[in-house]
């Protein structure tokens, strides 16, 4: 992505993709939430909220995490190109597909951690050094229970004013997820040197370690599971 290659100077101005987020070490558990199931299992979320790099390394360091993958959602299958999402007119949205053991971790603490440390809510059409609607704040929802969780969870935070601006989340149901090519995958833990990790992406998992331990761990932890 062509923005990407200006992250160093734009770090550089004291601005990062996660500097918003600083903020909000005690975001509150959703009010409204599936409980933990009692048997162990798989369940899908899929997220969008800027460079799907970074995404994907934050959710692979989540406890409860099966596989994440970088892809696209929101448009068409014969768009989702790198090259063509890109653009910005596609109504793709680089987004992470997330399996996920309700036993161990639910959908409303996903997205918990997507509101505290993934991303921040509050940038229309942009993440840090990114900019375009291929960059938007979006959940995509597999369910209608899906669905209540985000807008209640939403609803939650903005009558909680954990943010300083209004959240732009779009709450929108999943049509489908197409992967992204092979070299965007584990893209951050394949380059941890790449300067937009060093600068973007490495802060958010920090961040996740350190703001929320409970729900922290390493990424070897990760179980490989096919899409």
């Known amino acids: 992505m062509q923005t990407r ?3 160093t100077l734009f770090a550089l101005s004291g601005l990062t993709a996660c500097s918003a987020m600083a903020s909000n070490a005690n975001l509150p558990d959703p009010a409204y939430d599936t409980p933990k199931s009692a048997a162990h299992g ?6 969008a909220g800027g460079c799907f790099w970074g995404m994907q390394s934050v959710f692979e360091h989540v406890r409860g995490v099966r596989r994440v993958w970088a892809g696209y959602s929101g448009g068409n299958a014969n768009t989702a190109h790198y090259d063509d999402v890109s653009e910005g007119n596609t109504g793709h949205a680089e987004s992470v597909k997330i399996t996920f053991d309700p036993a161990v971790i639910s959908y409303g603490q996903l997205l ?3 509101f505290a440390v993934a991303h921040d809510p509050t940038e229309l059409n942009r993440q840090g050094p990114d900019a375009g609607t291929q960059y938007r704040s979006e959940i995509f929802y597999a369910s209608p229970q899906q669905e209540k969780i985000a807008e209640s969870y939403i609803a939650q ?3 909680a ?10 709450v929108q149901p999943l049509k489908a997820f197409y992967p992204a090519e092979d070299y965007h995958q584990d893209y951050a833990r394949i380059h941890p040197d790449d300067a937009y990790i060093v600068i973007n992406d490495a802060p958010k998992v920090a961040a996740l370690k350190k703001q929320l331990p409970a729900l922290y761990q390493p990424e070897q932890s990760v179980v490989e599971v096919k899409l």
Do not use: G, H, P, Q
């Open 161 to 170: 004013k954990v943010f300083d601006a209004s959240i732009v989340t779009v």
């Open 157 to 159: 935070l903005a009558a």
């Open 112 to 114: 918990k951690v997507y």
């Open 42 to 47: 798989t369940e899908t979320a899929v997220l």
């Open 5 to 7: 290659r200006f992250a």
